[in-house]
């Protein structure tokens, strides 16, 4: 009889235990998950291209549709909390900044973190309606300009006199690494696009010197228009990923991937 009763104990208090696990495991995944974000601030287009993580938050950038003080499209960029979507108040103006560095159209493409900044690369309209590169590094809490980084935060990287277009950015402990694409009108009396790649002092967003031609490299694989998409680092070498034209056929593109020193670019 005793033991009949020790034995209905344990079997109530196990299933008590379950009912607690099970509502423990509910209530944390309702709170680490949160329903989709749509975010529609301007009557236009915004885009969202690129997000990076850490331990507590996500951070977002792309575009905005006349959303900044000079008009057409903007940089824009969020910092959000992981648990449940929410902007961060310390950053920016109530969570957003949107940079709008000329009334043409401006967009951020790709954001990389470490413990205390982001970098953030994409383009911004140049002198006669052109597109150049922009990087921009900012305080990863209040997202301020880094004011030692470039021009007081940021720096402008516009190789020619046509459509320059940084889409990838990625760092190590010293560098910024970054690829997109120029045009090679200006360089080889071609209308097409080559790839670049550039290394910057992480500091001081200037060029190293030991890196390709002076701290860029130039590639161009076709006369055609050959675009990279990422880049990415490991302690000895840069992998670059994109495409290419095939034998100058138009419209017949490849994927091109390459490995490259990450001292001097070879
Ligand atoms: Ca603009
Ligand atoms: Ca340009
Ligand atoms: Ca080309």
Sequence with gaps: MLRFKWNN???IVGTLLFIV???????SNKKLNFSPIIED???GSDYAYTIALDS???YVAGSCDSCGSLGSLAWQIEKRRKSDGQLDPNFGNSGRIISDPTSSDDEAYSITIDSSYMYIAGVQAGQSSDYAWRIEKRDKITGAYDPHFGLGGYVVSDPTSNNDLARSIFIDNYYVYIGGHQNGSDIL???????RIEKRDKITGAYDPHFGLGGYIIENPSTGDDFIYSIITDSSYIYVVGYQVVLDKPGNFAWRIEKRKITNGQ
């Design 41 to 43: 601030l301007t009557p």
């Design 9 to 11: 104990i344990n079997l």
């Design 56 to 58: 507590e938050d996500f």
């Design 21 to 27: 696990f099970i509502l423990i495991q509910v209530f």
């Design 189 to 195: 009396g071609e209308s097409d696009r080559l790839w």
